[in-house]
């Protein structure tokens, strides 16, 4: 019989999110049986089996029959329940907590599930134990917020969750390293598996030509992007040469923000916000673009990053996180110590006034490595490599 490998996700992978699809897809191909438990779901979603966890009412009367469909749905897995239960409680969980885990987690108790597998570490949290309660084996993806922000907000979160995780995922280095930061112990079984992309046929060039360079960003408008620290190098920038024009894609809680810096340092002529935009539309705009821009204070890896590599464009990313694994500095793009405006506008006066040929010779050697080290078959490889081990 195949394994079964049980994936834990908020909602099913957008048609954009190629990371999950991609290894689904691979998983499939290589004989194992694919299952994802949500909370969120999809009708759209077809790759493979759905399972959408249990709602949370509030109203009283829904909520009431839910419960009575769990508990009478979870009746031929008593075991596995009272198996649970009792590791919750040797954990010193109260009971009312237990019995509110039993409920949120009643779907995965009934898996058979070989592996399951939190794509995100928050993921995990409330339901630390379940993977011992079913016999199987339990996996955790270390992803740039879970690992980066939420334990400095929640300290010592994960405890349980290094206690009982079988092989831990990290999506570069610096993720790895955070995980060891913040408790994960050293000698841990893990594997580093980086985001992947599709790879892009591209025949642009760069030629010597006096029009505005196009300059962009993807990425959610939040105080970790760094937006503020581009806005002040771009400043600095027109004053010795206002050719430019910078667009950011994205949304978020730092809009208001981010336009009144653009009005306070006079760019409203030369940045516009397109807001959210859907993938085909994204890529289009990375497309016409030459330079492409990511000064975060810190990623855990950057798909972005590595789809504008694909793509060809010139790539300037700060040192934050595990931006330097993306980027090959002085051959592959530019690496910029963070939150240092007048280095990163440098740097953007620098590649902007760079002759053509030494222009393509960096898009030429960004669009190999991706070829090399990061496509979607070589992630998807990985990933079988991953469960087998």
């Known amino acids: 019989m195949s394994k079964h490998i049980a ?24 004989g194992y049986r694919v299952s994802l438990f949500v909370y969120r779901g999809d009708a759209e979603f077809t790759d493979c089996a759905v399972f959408p966890m249990p709602k949370v009412f509030t109203n009283p009367f829904r909520h009431f029959f839910a419960t009575l469909g769990v508990v009478l749905g979870l009746l031929p897995y008593l075991k596995r329940v ?9 954990a010193g969980r109260e009971l009312k907590q ?20 939190f794509g995100f570490a928050t993921l995990a949290l409330q339901s630390e134990h379940v993977a011992k ?8 993806s270390l992803r740039g917020f879970d690992i980066d922000v939420y334990p400095m907000k929640h300290p010592n979160c994960y405890a349980r969750l290094w206690q009982n995780v079988d092989k831990v995922h990290a999506i570069s280095k610096h993720t790895l390293q955070q995980g060891h930061y913040y408790g994960l112990p050293k000698n841990s079984p893990f594997q580093i598996i980086t985001p992947a992309v599709k790879l892009v046929n591209t ?59 653009i009005h306070q340092l006079g760019l409203q002529e030369h940045v516009t916000l397109l807001g959210k935009q859907p993938h085909e539309a994204v890529i289009k705009h990375v497309e016409k673009a030459e330079l492409y821009i990511q000064y975060s204070h810190s990623e855990g890896f950057c798909n972005a990053v590595l789809e504008a590599q694909a793509m060809g ?12 694994e993306n980027i090959v500095h002085g051959e592959t793009g530019w690496v910029v110590p963070k939150r240092q405006p007048k280095r990163l506008a440098k740097t953007l006066e ?13 898009s030429e050697r960004a669009k190999a490595r991706v070829k090399q080290h990061f496509t979607l078959k070589q992630q998807q490889a990985k990933f079988v490599g991953f469960y087998n081990d």
């Open 203 to 261: 025949e642009r060039t760069y030629k010597n030509r006096q029009k505005a360079v196009k300059i962009i960003t993807v990425g959610r408008l939040h105080w970790m992007k760094g937006y503020n620290d581009i806005l002040e190098a771009l400043a600095i920038v027109k004053q010795y040469n206002n050719n430019f024009h910078y667009q950011i894609i994205g949304r978020g809680p730092e809009e208001e923000a981010i336009k009144f810096a």
């Open 82 to 90: 009272t198996r649970y239960m009792k590791l919750e409680r040797d």
């Open 7 to 30: 994936l834990i996700l908020s909602q099913p992978p957008g048609y954009s999110e190629t990371f999950f699809r991609s290894k689904i897809k691979g998983l499939q191909e290589a």
């Open 313 to 324: 464009k010139l790539c300037i990313v700060s040192d934050g996180g595990g931006l330097p």
């Open 98 to 117: 237990v019995l509110k885990y039993v409920y949120i987690n009643a779907k995965v108790l009934k898996s058979d599930a070989d592996w399951l597998h």
């Open 350 to 362: 620098t590649v902007i006034t760079l002759d053509a040929t030494i222009k393509n010779q960096f």
């Open 133 to 140: 309660a079913i016999h199987a084996k339990m996996a955790v």
